[in-house]
């Protein structure tokens, strides 16, 4: 889950932890006067340099150390060590001069959250009607998800439907479900959005309709039982080893309301991606040419798979955190600026080479939160 964030208000939603530098206390005059521009031509405000002089590399360092620290076990979403960095991102705060930003005086907002456990998923096959399939081990070739917040997931002979990039997006005119009736179907999805054209989806920038969890929603809207992104280190930006470790175990989750949902979600290596597609007679990189249009319509691959999933359900309470710091002009003080990082992190799972199991999440998302800070 990464919903849960270290907020300055400058807001500060849940973050980092650190031997802390000492806050800066002295009045300092600024190099820049009011009315100076910066290179870019935009005004800078009295005391920007002062400001900028106190952004250190030292300082930066130590917080990421201190919140990537085995103290706080992988700031496990609900977990003692989510706890004690709450703690400490809200001393932080403190530290730095922030007041408490959420309601009872409090630096602290809970939030509900609903873990989900599969238990001993097994091998994923898929067959076509004469016979022929295919089959893929869990976390090695593919990665499996529960879609709903129930303790038994069942999907029997569901057809699987190759749906390009899984996007609607009216402002790009782009659809890619078209008028196809995609209920109870399995969508295997592109990950990442159209990125070749800079005219589209803003070129190589990475937005929403890119992420998985966008795809999820999107094919869950569409009444798909279930929904599997084709990895590629590229369109993703992290390898097959991220996506095994950040979906095996315990997922977190807001609790689920009246929205629509999949059964279930997951991924597929780029390996077993063609050797999927190549069962029912295609080959996946004229399927991935195919969906680079506007007039791409969803291909059914003529094989279907069944899923049963029996799964753990729970509930936990974690928190973001936030503080506010108000500023001086009369007009702009009116106005809040708000800059977030999610704090946690996998917690503690499957031991590296050396045996460590503590995920400390230096980069994700240490470093954004120091930054925040």
Not at 27 to 56: K, N, R, Y
Not at 171 to 180: A, G, I, L, P, R
Not at 199 to 204: K, P, S, V, Y
Not at 234 to 241: I, R
Request: hydrophobic fraction near 40%; proline fraction near 5%; glycine fraction near 12%.
């Amino acid at each position: 889950m990464r919903t849960l964030f270290i907020t300055l208000i400058a807001l500060l939603l849940t973050g980092c932890d650190t031997p802390a530098p000492e806050p800066v206390t002295e009045t300092v005059e600024p190099e820049t006067a009011v009315g100076e521009t910066s290179p870019g031509g935009l005004a800078l405000p009295a005391g920007f340099d002062a400001a900028e002089q106190t952004i250190q590399a030292d300082n930066l360092l130590a917080d990421v150390s201190k919140i990537a620290g085995d103290e706080f076990e992988g700031r496990g979403a609900g977990s003692e060590g989510d706890r004690m960095a709450r703690a400490h991102l809200a001393g932080r705060l403190a530290q730095m001069g922030y007041a408490p930003f959420f309601a009872d005086d409090s630096y602290e907002q809970p939030v509900e959250i609903v873990g989900l456990t599969v238990k001993d998923p097994v091998d994923l096959q898929f067959s076509t009607a004469d016979g022929a399939s295919v089959s893929y081990s869990f976390g090695d070739e593919y990665m499996i998800m529960a879609g709903m917040q129930e303790p038994g997931i069942s999907v029997k002979d569901a057809e699987v439907v190759f749906a390009g990039y899984g996007i609607q997006a009216p402002e790009e005119n782009w659809d890619d479900f078209k008028d196809v009736d995609l209920t109870g179907k399995i969508l295997l999805l592109l990950n990442d959005d159209p990125d070749w054209d800079p005219e589209l989806f803003g070129g190589d920038r990475k937005l929403s309709y890119g992420r998985w969890d966008y795809k999820y929603a999107s094919a869950a809207r569409q009444g798909a039982a279930g929904a599997i992104i084709i990895h590629t280190t590229e369109s993703a930006g992290y390898p097959w080893q991220v996506v095994r470790a950040s979906n095996i175990g315990e997922q977190f989750e807001l609790k689920a309301g009246d929205e629509a949902r999949t059964k279930f979600n997951g991924w597929l290596s780029w390996k077993g991606s063609n050797a999927l597609a190549a069962l029912g007679g295609f080959e996946l990189g004229e399927l991935i040419e195919s969906a680079r249009s506007r007039d791409f319509r969803p291909v059914p691959l003529g094989v279907t798979t069944s899923v049963e999933l029996a799964v753990d359900v729970t509930s936990k309470v974690t928190a973001n955190v936030g503080g506010i710091l108000q500023g001086s002009d009369p007009e702009l003080a009116k106005e809040i600026l708000v800059l977030s990082a999610h704090h946690d992190h996998f917690g503690i799972g499957e031991p590296d080479e050396t045996g460590d199991t503590i995920y400390n999440g230096a980069l994700d998302n240490g470093v954004a939160k120091a930054q925040t800070l």
